[in-house]
């Protein structure tokens, strides 16, 4: 009798009865992997921006570039290569996304003028931007539900984490520049930019390595497609024990294969405005506020160093130090997600966020410098930093990958992310001409106005999911 019942149990009702198998734990590092290549990549050319200034001569407009190239990149790569994961299937995207990364990766730390950078670097952008949609499904489809929020966000905060690992491998590369070329510059324009990058290939063939370690498809996208023999074999290997998957345990779902046009139907329209909107509007806000960064890394790292070496060293100190800010708002919310759910920790982090832009809007009133004007800029960036990674940098992702149906998951969160790198785009262009026209504070209350619109929106059309199965998720 026993044995009949657990037979007719679903994958889901045994998945979220299972223990974290070292499958389960695989699939989890090599998603947090790929997301740590995201942090690397996004941040370490920043650090080594002002060496490729010199060394190809780069005027304003290339700078500017090669800084968005990624950022574009990963708008693309979101928008067609989510759903793309849909038709092919996890496990194939993976091995795509992998290659594309240690191709355009090598590429970078190759390349010979401006224009093969920023074509390299936007092929990196397009693998960062496949991330978001492959990581998400992968993860929530394969995890018990009542892990999957801090599985999720504990895997995205290794984004945080590359981020300080691209801070601390400038500093080591700075400093073995300032070693061993203690009298000139030179050789630093020229190849201490290529070893900083180089450090995110090793990394990114590190990744290829994990991947090619073990090859697992979601069992949930056999089911979808009614793949039974192959779901049963999939299942077999994730739960560590004979699994058989059956159109009696499993029987298909009266929803039918949707199509790409379904996350704008009338059924999935709110879904899709919950995922990207509010995404949209924080990366707006999260790439405004690099307008301020460089006053904060200013008053951290002591600028005003007139050697060329020494001011760089200065800035990737105050970088890793301001990483520091975001690792600890997604431990944070890697404590919280399970206990206070999606919803609320997205509304709170938003709110948090325009208290911390409006206290730097403060702090940025002042006629000149003093010791509260430099406290004021800490606490703000500090506040701003924290519930960000607290709050919507970690929910938004991982509700994208929670509330579509199987079907449409990666194409629904494919479509969010790049919506939100539309918004990143905006940011990054858009944000420093407005601070001309309208100045400072008056442009980082306005950033904080449209973190109180995404609180409103998050409220509006809200689907808590903390603890739910993906197919009551779906179903509601």
Known sequence: MTT??????????????SKITRIMWLLWALSAGLIALDGFDFFIIGVALPFLKQDFSLNALEIAAVAVAA??????GSLTLGPLTDKIGRQTMLLVDVAIFVIATTGTVLAWNATSLMIFRFLVGVGIGADYPISVSYITENVPSRLR???????????????????????IVIYLFQTFYPDSSIPAIHYAWRWMLGVGLVLAIAVAFLRLSFLLESPLYHIARKEYQEASQAASILLAQPIIITSETDPPSNEPVLPYGALFASKYRKRTLLAAVPWFFQDIATY???IFTPAIIGVLAFAGEDNFMAREMASA?????????????????????????RIKLQIVGFLGMAVGLMIL?????GSSPNQSHITLIFLGFFIFNVMMNAGPNST??????????????????????????????????????????????????????????AALITYIYRIETTGKSLETVSEN
Request: net charge negative.
């Open 4 to 17: 009949t019942t657990t037979e007719s149990k679903s994958f889901e009702q045994r998945l979220d009865e």
């Open 71 to 76: 950022v574009a990149g990963s708008l693309v």
């Open 149 to 171: 929020g801090r599985m999720v966000i504990g895997a995205f905060t290794f984004q945080a984490i590359g981020a300080f690992l691209g801070a601390i491998t400038g500093l």
């Open 288 to 290: 405004g506020i690099g």
């Open 317 to 341: 100190q105050g970088a890793a130090l301001v990483d520091l800010f975001l690792i600890a708002g997604f431990l944070i919310a890697v404590w919280l997600v399970d206990s206070v759910g």
């Open 361 to 365: 809007a403060w702090s940025n009133s």
């Open 396 to 453: 938004t992702f991982l509700l994208s990958g929670e509330i579509f149906p199987t079907s449409i998951r990666a194409s629904g969160a494919g479509f969010a992310a790049a919506f939100a790198k539309a918004g990143a785009v905006l940011g990054t262009f858009a944000l420093p001409i407005l601070q001309q026209f309208l100045g400072t504070p008056t442009l980082l209350l306005l950033l904080a106005l449209f973190c109180v619109l």
